[in-house]
């Protein structure tokens, strides 16, 4: 009778242990589904379900995720034309339509989204592009996801540049304008096949040895030299286009202003174009106004000096220029194979457009000043936080950094020694040093 009883008590625990079983594994089995369905692979937010995937690009430091052509104009650009390729966050969304007004031409813009904001951001940007017949007839727009990193300034010039749709780009930022009617302008340039340039006097010791250095580049299996046509920059200073930086602009007034004049009903928004100089008549009266600088002439003279402005205030026709370190010209290149494309490590504030000089200038490029052109910089609020990181000073230290290693790697890519200084480069341990400006 006892071993009857405990053996009813052991079945009845085994029975119980196998409910017990059962029920981890059922409640294993339902934590696997939801872990795996919603957790482990998320459905993909409203901004990656699209007819082009995004691509994947593996980055030095990080991964970027891309959305190419997230609107595509319809329009067939001509292959000879000009591409103004340019980066921006959405919040200059409105200056990046100032400069394709006066363009009037194909533009590939990528833009640095944030995924918090996306919704908001890309629904406005539709609104936008989708109310105006000049952004859908010129405008690409690329998207760069935002993922953990300072403003990848060269990364998003690399997108707009691999996405342009014709032969020859204009490397230009948000906050400029070009010229009325220069991309006209550089059609008949760029399609004169016997260009006549006319090259300045080399005064000095130093620029003979520039020129020459320049000169023994070409005949490293080079027949013919690229050209980069330099679009020499200004700095607005008109007392209305500071005033009016006070003023808040709504996504209505971009449209407005996208509306051609004689068809807007009630033009009270200020339009900055009304002011900027449009051709070099206009630009010289400006400038003798002293509302109208070279740019950054305060900051970093060295930046644009190689222009050499004051030849250009009378120049006729084209002339070449020798290349000096720290120079960051808006140029027009042809988009070949070769082409060297922006430095992709630096990110954030610093050397970003310097460094990509340097590297035309490594690979052979002449400079060429076009005389009748220029891009005027339109003043803006300052906001360092859009840079994302410590502050500029610290992120250009950080920047030099990266270029003190770019540097040497290029050269030796070139197969230039390192210890050789071609231009007026820094090398060695005079590179990580305040002596640049």
Same mark, same amino acid.
């Given at each position: ?92 969304? @409105? ?107 080399v005064a000095n010791s130093k620029d003979n040895k520039q020129k020459m250095n320049t000169t023994l580049l070409f005949k490293h299996g080079k027949t013919k030299k ?18 009016d930086l006070e003023n808040t602009h709504t996504d209505d007034d971009i449209i407005q202003q996208l509306e051609e004049t004689t068809t807007r009903i009630a033009n009270t928004i200020f339009d900055p174009l009304d002011v900027v100089p ?119 230290? @950080? ?24 231009? @007026? ?13």
């Amino acid at each position: 009778m006892f071993d009857s009883f405990e053996k009813r008590k052991r079945e009845t625990e085994f029975s119980r242990n196998c409910l017990c079983t059962s029920i981890l594994l059922s409640l294993f089995l339902l934590w696997f589904i939801i872990e795996t369905t919603f957790w482990r692979f998320p459905v993909p937010p409203a901004h990656t379900v699209i007819a082009r995937p995004p691509v994947q690009t593996l980055q030095p430091d990080n991964i970027l995720s891309r959305q190419p052509y997230f609107i595509k104009s319809m329009n067939e650009f001509h292959a000879k034309d000009v591409t103004v390729v340019v980066q921006a966050s959405p919040d200059r969304f @409105d200056r990046v339509i100032q400069m394709l007004r006066r363009w009037k031409g194909p533009m590939s813009l990528a833009l640095y989204m944030r995924n918090e904001t996306f919704k908001e951001d890309s629904e406005r940007i539709k609104k936008i592009y989708y109310s105006s017949s000049l952004l859908q007839e010129w405008l690409d727009i690329h998207l760069v996801f935002r993922n953990q990193t300072r403003y990848p300034v060269n990364v998003l010039r690399n997108e707009a540049i691999r996405h342009a749709r014709t032969e020859y780009i204009f490397i230009l930022d948000a906050d400029f304008v070009p010229n009325a009617g220069l991309r006209q302008q550089l059609h008949k340039i760029l399609r004169e096949p016997n260009l006549e340039v006319d090259e300045l006097i080399v005064a000095n010791s130093k620029d003979n040895k520039q020129k020459m250095n320049t000169t023994l580049l070409f005949k490293h299996g080079k027949t013919k030299k690229e050209r980069a046509f330099v679009v020499p920059a200004f700095d607005a200073r008109l007392p209305v286009l500071i005033q009016d930086l006070e003023n808040t602009h709504t996504d209505d007034d971009i449209i407005q202003q996208l509306e051609e004049t004689t068809t807007r009903i009630a033009n009270t928004i200020f339009d900055p174009l009304d002011v900027v100089p449009e051709d070099k008549v206009d630009l010289l009266a400006s400038i003798i106004n002293k509302h109208v600088f070279p740019v950054n002439e305060r900051v970093c003279p060295k930046c644009h000096g190689p222009v050499n402005y004051s030849y250009y205030y009378s120049a006729k026709r084209p002339y070449s220029i020798i290349y000096h370190w720290i120079f960051e010209p808006y140029v027009v290149l042809r988009k070949a194979l070769t082409l060297p494309l922006f430095e992709e490590r630096l990110k954030g504030y610093g050397f970003d457009k310097n460094s990509h000089a340097l590297t035309l200038a490594l690979h052979g490029y002449e400079f060429v000043v076009l005389p009748h052109s220029f891009a005027m910089h339109l003043p803006h609020k300052r906001d360092p936080s859009s840079w994302e990181g410590p502050n500029l000073d610290q992120q250009q230290w @950080d920047a030099l950094k990266i270029l003190c290693a770019v540097i040497p790697e290029l050269k030796t890519k070139l197969k230039i020694p390192t210890d050789y200084r071609v231009f @007026d480069e820094p090398i060695g341990e005079e590179c990580y040093s305040d002596r640049h400006w």
